[in-house]
Every structure is written in C-alpha cells, then in structure tokens.
C-alpha cells in the first residue's frame, strides 16, 4: 500500500449535463483512501446546458486536486482525450459521471497495476444501482449472465486478464505507445481502445477487489437507444480493424433475423410454426428465471424481463444495421447517431 501510494494518479471524467451526478461522483473520489496531493480530477465538461460546470467549479474551489476543463466537442471521446492530454499522473483512470467509487478503489487499482506488470490497465467490478423500478429492472438485466453474457465487469464472476472493463486504470505509457481514444468513435471508443491495447501487447486484468457503482437510467426508451448504439457502432469497430465479431456481440443479431424469418415461415408449415412458438418459450421462462433470481416482485420479474428484451433487440437491431450501413452500402456512420452522446 505504502509503494502504490507513491504514484500519482490522474482521473479523467468526461460529462454534459450530469448535474444530478457529477458532485456525488467526485466527492466518492475526495472521500477515497488515497492522499489527495497524489489525486488530479480533471473534469471534461461539454458545454453543458444544466448546472453542471457550476456544481464542477465549486467543488474545484474547496479542492485543489479538482480541475475543470471545457469541451467544445461535447462528446464522449473528445473529452476523455483533452483530459488525458491534461492529465500528469502515472496512472490515468477513466471515469464516468454517473459513476461513485468505493473507498480504495484508486489505492487497489494502483496495486493491481503494480502487482500485474503485464498489464497496461486494470478495472473491477461495475455495480449497477437502481433509483425507481424501472432502472432497478434495468440494473437487474445489466448485472444478468442472461442480459449480457460474459461481461465479467458487469457479472463479476471471476479475476484474470479480459478484453474489457469498466472504469478502468491505464498505465500513462499506454497512450503514449498507442495513441488516444478514436475520436471517430461516438459509442464504443473504449472498446476499439482495448482492443489496440491488447494487440500491442498490453493485457487488461480484472479484479473483483476494485469496485465501483453506477447509477443507471430509468428510461427503457434510452435504454433501446444505448444497446441499438452499442450494437451499431461495434460492427463500424469490427470493420475498422478488420476483427471477426464474438459469440456474445452476434447472438443478438441472430435473435432478431430468427424473430423476423421464424414469422414469415411459420405462416408457409405448421411444425416451422411449432418449432417457432417452442424456442420463444424458451426464452421467455429463460427470461423470468433470470428475473427470479433478483425478485420475487410480479412487476419487478415483469419490468426485468422486458429490459432483458429491450437489451437484445436494440443490440441486435442495432448490429444488423451496422452490418447494412458498413459493409453492404460501405457508408460512414449514420448522422443523425453522430448527435448522440452518452
């Protein structure tokens, strides 16, 4: 502990009109077991519209460890690089306004970093915490096996080297090696960023010890949205570095064309139809198992299995239309997804 504590440590926060978050979310950072004189926030701010760079500046006048920078580009991307550019620690840790940190958290990631000297970043565990019904279902489908196969962030399963994590802690030589996040990218930048990070021969590790919490939105109509993005943008990563897609990214896509052409067929042969019925049944008691494990509540099984729903037919959806933007009419992103941010 002692030997990690001697590393500063810069914390990149990219946000627009986060202000019901953003004060929550540094002060879990001041409140951290880590001495402040080795602590940069650098807080990325997008123009925001709300009280968010008011709410920033006066936590910045009480802490001199805070700084609040102006992001013209207002995108996710853009802000995680003017910050990293910014930053002057030896470890840099991405984080998301939504999110609070448990005590230790920067201490353990340190540790992690030290301890695991293949490993260019390391991140832990993403717990994901409700505010109503709706977004307690949303975090109950986002935390499932079933919702999001083996995102060992949001499951936390298991330690050991991953392809992914949440929130998580680079060595600065990292950026300096491969470069910043792909401002290109509006959704899924972190992910195009591991992926060069693991091919350049950096390793990510997670550890179940780091964790943090995320407050998730309450609304399933921008939870359509973030999985449709999310499955969208990663076929445009897929193709950009020339990578074959994983199991768990096509199973989605796969749900929906059997959805689609397991209708149109089941109205031309009755066992096509049975064959249909049988496997949609299956999903759903699938659905409500995984539901059960989190709540007896009829409305809580019910909200949760239509998050899980919603989760599998954005990506889905998402990721068919990727395919038909990218790589059959070989078009650039979408315009009217490019306004979207986070």
Known sequence: MEQSHKRKVSIVIPCRNEEMHISQCITSLI??????????????????????????????????????LENENQFTPHGLNLGIEYASGDVIIILGAHAEV??????????????????????????????????KAISTAMSSVFGVGSAHFRTGL????????????????????????????????????????ISSGFKIYLSKDIKSKYYVRSSFRNLLRQYFQYG???????KKHKTITTMRQIVPSLFIV???????LSWLNTLV?????????????SAKIAAI??????????????????????????????????????????????????
Request: glycine share 8%.
């Open 273 to 285: 139809f049975a064959a249909y019925l049988a496997v949609l049944l299956v999903y759903v008691i």
């Open 232 to 238: 969208y943008w990663k076929v445009y990563v897929n």
């Open 102 to 135: 448990y005590p230790g958290y920067i201490a353990k990631c340190v540790e992690a970093l030290d301890a695991k000297h293949e490993a260019g970043c390391v991140g832990g565990v993403l717990e994901s915490i409700a505010t109503d019904r709706s977004s």
């Open 158 to 197: 298991k330690d050991g080297f991953v392809d992914t994590v949440a929130f998580g802690a680079y060595r600065k030589e990292v950026f300096e090696k491969i470069g910043l996040f792909d401002e290109e990218l509006l959704r899924n930048q972190d992910d195009e960023f591991n992926y060069r990070l």
């Open 258 to 264: 059997f959805l689609v052409a397991g209708f149109i």
């Open 293 to 342: 494990q989190a709540t007896w509540n009829v409305v809580g099984i019910a909200k949760t299995m239509l998050a899980f729903m919603i989760m599998h037919i954005g990506y889905g959806v998402g990721y068919l239309e990727g395919l038909l933007h990218f790589y059959i009419f070989n078009k650039k992103p979408s315009s009217t997804l490019s306004t979207l941010s986070r």
């Open 31 to 68: 409140n951290s077991d880590y001495p402040q004189e080795l602590m940069e926030i650098i807080v990325c701010d997008g123009m925001s519209t709300d009280s968010t760079a008011e709410l920033v500046e006066e936590l910045a006048a009480k802490h001199s460890s805070i700084v609040k």
